[in-house]
């Protein structure tokens, strides 16, 4: 294992020879850029006004939008935080780099999670050693170094949030704006990594960003909305249904948290131009997973593979103003990111990832062909299942039981109507996608996975937030 790690390092250190391999860059300027990459904690695409909710939750990705690309349907690794951030960190698939896999049975509440494979190179990693300035800002406790999202960073300034405490995103934002200002070389391109755990549970937004989403709600319900482990349990499951009054408040202060957020991203925004940083960095702007507000009868995420847990917003401004205004209707996936930035700076890929460079071959716009599926996996809650996208269809599979749900999104975007409860199978050609996905899930599952070394801090705290009994 270590051999191979010295081998992923060593490609690494001869760009001179991967460039003569792959070719020159045809996207890149002359002098490299810096890369910023925001991710919002439990986000769906669905809150977001900049993909038509609304309420102006996200003022600031509407006008990003203007500069940049905006994917119509971007969707996630993993509808929870850990296997998602390390499949953007690293373009695997979460049974891949198998951060966040289950070493017990689904059965039991407490089980023990993997750290990331040492076999898989992450984005820090690779800027590393490219010469950039490596710095991470992480909030969740999923983001625990022992679960291996940390490699490659000079700084990674883990700050881990529960219920009760949590960096909010006015301190997120000036903890990365002094690092920006206090870096040792300031002509250094860098990599800076930045995690907004703010809508997460539990939704405490600041009062006057809490006004214009709950105003005249008369329920019993107060700020913040702070379930407790066993409470959060019944609202996953449907065991327990607030009114629609009170689910309507519940919304309004997510709203309010994620219009908070927003705010703050703004400000990160305005200082990058004070600084004369925006206009020569490529801005990636996504979240790790979607929230549920009972779509499908239940709450909170990490238990369903439905499209308001796995689409996200992802935009991105590239340097220049390429491509700005771009809309891509195309279903992208997350894992895609990794590569695309590799793409663009013109550096080879170090590693088998398992998604695709969504650049366009030339500079008219951006073009997409026939791509096989893209899929989704690995729940904290209940059995395994996977998630399939392919054309208008959306395929969830249960990998204990063996069900299959299936969707026509295009026709049926809430995701409604099970399709296979008015056929006897599947489209022939759907079945032959899920054949070639299970033999990939099977030699991936040829590596055993490692056990993190998480402290009982760390632990406590993932307690509070609901995900441990």
């Known amino acids: 294992m270590k051999k191979k790690r010295l081998l992923l390092s060593l490609s690494l250190l001869f760009p001179l020879a991967a460039a003569l391999i792959l070719g020159p860059a045809c996207h890149r300027k002359a002098s490299s850029p810096s890369v910023l990459l925001i991710i919002m904690d439990t986000l769906p695409a669905s809150h977001s006004s900049a993909y038509g909710y609304p309420l102006q939750t996200t003022g600031t990705l509407e006008a990003l939008a203007k500069e940049g690309v905006r994917f119509e349907h971007a969707i996630s690794a993993s509808p929870w935080t850990l296997p998602s951030l390390a499949s953007i960190l690293t373009g695997a698939l979460p049974s891949r780099h198998q951060a966040g896999m289950h070493l017990d049975p689904w059965t039991l509440d407490d089980r023990r999670l993997a750290t990331m494979s040492e076999n898989i190179v992450t984005l820090a990693e690779v800027f590393l050693q490219k010469g950039y300035a490596t ?9 625990h170094p022992g679960y291996g999202l940390d490699r490659g960073f000079d700084l990674y300034d883990y700050a881990p949030g529960d219920n009760t405490t949590i960096r909010r995103a006015d301190m997120v934002t000036a903890t990365a704006m002094r690092w920006l200002l206090t870096r040792d070389r300031k002509n250094q391109p860098f990599f800076l990594a930045v995690h907004y755990f703010d809508p997460h549970l539990a ?101 369903t593979l439905y499209r308001e847990l796995l689409e996200v917003p992802l935009l991105i401004k590239f340097p220049r103003g390429q491509w700005a205004g771009t809309v891509v209707p195309e279903r992208v996936s997350l894992l895609d990111l990794f590569p695309t930035v590799m793409n663009y700076l013109g550096w080879p890929v170090p590693f088998a990832v398992d998604g695709r460079s ?39 599979i249960n990998r204990v039981t063996g069900r299959i749900e299936l969707y026509d999104v295009d026709k049926d975007p809430a995701e409604t109507a099970n399709l296979l409860g008015r056929q006897e199978k599947l489209p022939a050609v759907l079945k032959t996608e899920l054949e070639a996905v299970a033999k990939k899930m099977k030699e991936l599952e040829s590596e055993p996975p490692r056990e993190a070394p998480i402290d009982e801090e760390t632990k406590a705290k993932l307690r509070a937030l609901g995900y441990l009994p």
Do not use: C
């Open 358 to 396: 969504f650049l366009p071959a030339g500079e008219i716009g951006f073009t997409f062909p026939p791509r096989t599926s893209i899929i989704s996996e690995n729940l904290h809650y209940g059995p395994e299942q996977q998630s399939l996208y392919s054309g208008p269809y959306h395929l969830i």
């Open 203 to 303: 939704y405490d937004p600041p009062p006057q960003f809490m006004v214009a989403f709950v105003y005249g709600y008369q329920g019993k319900l107060i700020p913040p909305f702070n379930p407790g482990p066993e409470e959060i349990k019944k609202l996953r499951s449907g065991e327990v249904k607030p009114s629609e009054q009170d689910r309507a408040f519940i919304q309004g202060l997510f709203d309010a948290e994620v219009s908070f957020t927003d705010a703050q991203i703004a400000a990160f925004f305005d200082f990058l131009r004070q600084e004369g940083l925006y206009d020569n960095t490529l801005i990636i702007v996504t979240a790790d997973h979607g929230e549920e507000f009972w779509e499908h009868g239940g709450f909170e995420h990490g238990h």
């Open 135 to 143: 710095a991470g800002f992480f909030q969740n406790p999923f983001a």
